[in-house]
């Protein structure tokens, strides 16, 4: 479903409840162009728990692939301090 931003707009959250009802998120339109998303606080946070394992996999992989460093937590930051350039 899509709210309008001016459907937003006029009655506030009770569009953004009501889009909810019967599905996990819902578009918001602006000017005929799907700008934004709209979701309860569970999808969200469902949705960071997928994005953190996914990370965390990905990280797991390099590891196994030799792509890690070792170092000191000073080494570390130094090394992201060169890179913040």
Known sequence: MSITANELKTRGVASIHEALKHQDEAMISVRGRERYVVMDIDTYNQLRVCEL??????????????QG??????DHMARIRQLDV
Do not use: C, H, M, P
């Not at 394992?53 to 030799?66: D, F, I, P, V, W």
């Not at 460093?69 to 000073?74: G, H, L, P, Q, Y």
């Open 69 to 74: 460093i070792v170092e000191s937590v000073a």
């Open 53 to 66: 394992e996914a990370a965390y996999y990905q990280a797991q992989r390099e590891l196994a692939e030799g």
